[in-house]
C-alpha cells in the first residue's frame, strides 16, 4: 500500500505558475509511469503528464510546451511545474502511481486526494 500526498495547489492568475508535489509513503521506484491527472467540474478526469524511471514523460497535447513533470525516486516525489496558466487548466490535481494489480474507479494504482488548482483574474 502506498499512500500519495498532492500539495502546491492554488489560486492563481491566468500566466501565473504553480508546482504541485506528490510524496508517497514509500518507495516510487517500482511505479512507471507515475503520472498527473486532473478533474475540472462535470468532466472526466484526465491524463496530463506521466513520467517512467528512465526519465521519457508523456503529456496531453492541450498542457504541452508549458508543463512539466519529474520525478525524483530518491525523494519518493513526483512534481508537476507548470506555467503560462489558463482559465481552462482549473481542476482539481490528482496524483497516480500505476500498478496493475490495484484496482479503483479511476483506474489501475494508487491515487492521491487531489489538489485544488484555480486560474482566474
Known amino acids: 500500500q502506498v499512500r500519495l500526498v498532492e500539495s502546491g495547489g492554488g489560486l492563481v492568475q491566468p500566466g501565473g505558475s504553480l508546482r504541485l508535489s506528490c510524496a508517497a509513503s514509500?518507495?516510487?521506484?517500482?511505479?512507471?509511469?507515475m503520472g498527473w491527472y486532473r478533474q475540472a467540474p462535470g468532466r472526466q478526469r484526465e491524463l496530463v503528464a506521466d513520467?517512467?524511471?528512465?526519465?521519457?514523460?508523456n503529456y496531453a497535447d492541450s498542457v504541452k510546451g508549458r508543463f512539466t513533470i519529474s520525478r525524483d525516486n530518491a525523494k519518493n516525489t513526483v512534481y508537476l511545474q507548470m506555467k503560462s496558466l489558463k482559465p481552462e487548466d482549473t481542476a482539481i490535481y490528482y496524483c497516480?502511481?500505476?500498478?496493475?494489480?490495484?484496482?479503483?474507479?479511476w483506474g489501475p494504482g494508487y491515487w492521491g486526494q487531489g489538489t485544488q488548482v484555480t486560474v482566474s483574474s
Open positions: 514509500g518507495s516510487i521506484g517500482g511505479f512507471n509511469p
Open positions: 513520467i517512467i524511471s528512465g526519465g521519457r514523460s
Open positions: 497516480n502511481a500505476y500498478e496493475p494489480l490495484v484496482a479503483s474507479r
